[in-house]
Structure formats: C-alpha cells, structure tokens
C-alpha cells in the first residue's frame, strides 16, 4: 500500500516567519500534487512537479520534488495570515485518476 | 458553470436510509473523481470517470456505494443502507484531459449519518 506522510501535522507561527512542510514516501511517484485548502470549501492545486529533482516557486511559496520522487517539500517565505489553511500533498500512483493523499498539514499564521 | 459544483452543500440522514450526492463538473471536463475526506484526514479515492470508458471503481469501500455519470456532466454517487461510518464530506473534482490529477474540486457535500 502506498503512503503519503506529511510532518509536521500543525504548524501556529507569527506573521513574517518561514516554514518548511514535508512528504514522504517509500514509494516512487510520477508526480506530486500539492493543493490548499481552506474550511468549507475543496482543495486548490497549487503546483505538479513531475521530475526528480525539480524545484517550482508560486510567489512566496518554494515547492521541490526528491531526487527519487519519493518525497517532496513546501517552503513558505514570510508567513502571511492569507497563507492559513490545510495543506495537502497527494502522489500520482500511476494507476489512472487515483490520487494518494497525505493527511495534511494545518497551518496558523498569527498576525 | 465557473467551477465544480455539488448538492447538497449539506445532508444529515438516519442510519440505513440511502442518499444521493451529485456533482456538476465544469463544461468539457473529460475526467471526473469522487473522493471523501473524513473529519481531519486527507482525501480517500472513491471512483474515476474518464470519458466514456469504464470507470475505475477501486476506491469504492464497500457494495453500498455506487456512482454514474452520463457522457461527460452529471455525476451522482450514491450510497445505500448508510452507516455512521459514513459521515465525511464527499468531494467531486474534474480535470479537461484525462489523468490522476484533480485540477478542480468542488466544495464538497457534508454527510452526517445519526
């Protein structure tokens, strides 16, 4: 069975700090997802990295694909409270339209 | 439509009785996913709809679920007999070409089973 963890599974800072969120995996994926997603409403796609080693920037968020696409980071820069949200990253199995979704990571950012 | 869009927003059912949530994807999306999330866990794979192949209903979790779509719109998933393991918010999400990946979720159907 292939599994995503994500660490840490809360995350509460202060405006203005950096974060690292992780994904991990002892499977190799074709790609990886990472969506946002906010209360009430469904998850957003942020960004697909599809090759080893990649690395991807959305403004101030850093996303970066393992060398062996096993695992898979988010770096957000300067935390702003707009930036709260559930965070999830899900792998491409290879097997068509399913998706394999770590259990999220909870972020608070105070103003 | 501009996005992805279900009904109901919300349903709280008894025990044993069935329901059905539907799903409105985005015009001339080809690829069409369920997926259900329990209450601080990530997304659970229910069922693919590619065009007109068969689906893949692997994610299903048991023979109460069932789900259809004709051609490429409406979807409806179903569930019989529901049970209190059940309750979750049921996501639909839809993607122009066919793929694993979602591109657009709706905002999702709370189901709650008392």
């Known amino acids: 069975t292939q599994l995503l963890e994500q660490s840490p599974q809360f995350l509460s800072i202060q405006e203005g700090e950096n974060l690292t969120v992780y994904c991990n995996s002892s499977s190799v994926f074709s790609s990886l997802q990472w969506y946002r997603q906010e209360p009430g409403e469904g998850p957003v796609l942020l960004v697909t990295v599809v090759t080893g080693g990649e690395v991807k920037k959305l403004k101030r968020l850093t996303f970066q694909f393992g060398d062996a696409r096993k695992d898979s980071s988010l770096h957000i820069t300067a935390a702003q409270p707009g930036d709260t949200g559930l965070y999830l990253c899900a792998g491409d199995s290879g097997n068509t339209g399913k998706l394999i979704f770590g259990q999220g990571t909870t972020l608070q950012v105070k103003p | 439509g501009a996005g992805v869009s279900q009904s109901p927003s919300n349903k709280v059912t008894e025990k044993g009785k069935d329901v059905e949530l539907r799903c409105d994807p985005i015009?001339?999306?080809?690829?069409l996913y369920w997926y259900r999330q329990r209450l601080g866990q990530g997304l659970e794979f229910l069922i693919y709809?590619?065009?007109?192949?068969?689906?893949?209903k692997s994610g299903l979790p048991s023979d109460r679920f069932s789900a259809e779509r004709t051609g490429e719109s409406v979807s409806t998933l179903t569930i019989q007999r529901t049970q209190q393991e059940d309750s979750a918010v049921y996501l639909c999400?839809?993607?122009?070409?066919?793929?694993?990946?979602?591109?657009?979720f709706g905002p999702g159907t709370r189901l709650t089973v008392t």
């Open positions: 709809f590619q065009g007109n192949s068969a689906p893949d």
């Open positions: 999400a839809s993607s122009l070409v066919a793929s694993a990946i979602a591109e657009y």
């Open positions: 015009s001339g999306h080809t690829a």
